[in-house]
């Protein structure tokens, strides 16, 4: 259920593993074997590329190169590639492009929930779109249901102001499980144990009177 989450911490993990350990000739050695295989069409390796360059692992770090690398690896259809450009373009204020690149990803891979996440935050925030709350909800759900949990605490959130209080204790406390801290909060407000499922009704009711 979050193997995208696992596999970025895993691969930071990886890169401040060998930093520390690998002679930094050895390490700009890697980043240029990468970097060669890539230019030969190596998807794996325009995605450690695009790593590289975004980092400054090995190499200087270069805005420009990192997203024509995964720019790259996404139109050879790796989903992971295409969250990268979007967040790339996400960090630059460039929100247009960045919605268009996490919509690509979600549409390669639905499991790709980091995608959906950053799709929820730019619907709700209205940024670089008009302000669409129903269509941030379709995406933290799909996040949601993939196990991310600040997309299943903002999916409650929004489902609350809907009236919906059966769906709101749903995720809440899925995410509260999961020890969202604000989920777990809202859950233990009500005076209840969060980790009891059986709970859920009893939050519903919770929720619906405190925000009536």
């Not at 350990?21 to 295989?37: E, R």
């Not at 890539?38 to 770090?61: C, L, Q, W």
């Not at 935050?121 to 996040?143: I, S, T």
Request: glycine share 8%.
């Amino acid at each position: 259920m979050k193997r995208l989450q696992i596999a970025v911490a895993l691969f930071v993990l990886t890169l401040s593993a060998a930093h520390a350990q690998v002679p930094m000739q050895h390490w700009q050695g890697m980043a240029i074997s990468a970097i060669t295989s890539a230019e030969k069409g190596t998807v794996r390796d325009m995605v450690r590329a695009g790593h590289y360059y975004r980092t400054g692992f090995g190499v200087h770090r270069d805005w420009t190169q990192a997203v024509r690398w995964y720019r790259r690896a996404a139109q050879m259809g790796d989903a992971n590639a295409a969250y990268w450009a979007g967040k790339l373009y996400l960090e630059s204020q460039r929100y247009d492009e960045a919605r268009q690149w996490f919509a690509r990803a979600v549409g390669m891979s639905l499991e790709q929930v980091q995608a959906s996440w950053e799709l929820g935050q730019l619907y709700l925030r209205g940024l670089g779109v008009e302000p669409d709350r129903d269509r941030a909800a379709a995406h933290f759900f799909n996040a949601a249901a993939f196990g991310h949990a600040p997309a299943q605490y903002e999916l409650a959130q929004l489902m609350l102001e809907k009236g919906n209080a059966e769906s709101a204790a749903h995720w809440l406390w899925h995410a509260a499980e999961q020890r969202h801290e604000a989920a777990a909060q809202r859950v233990q407000a009500c005076a209840l144990p969060v980790f009891d499922e059986n709970a859920v009704p009893k939050l519903a009711e919770c929720l619906a009177g405190r925000h009536g």
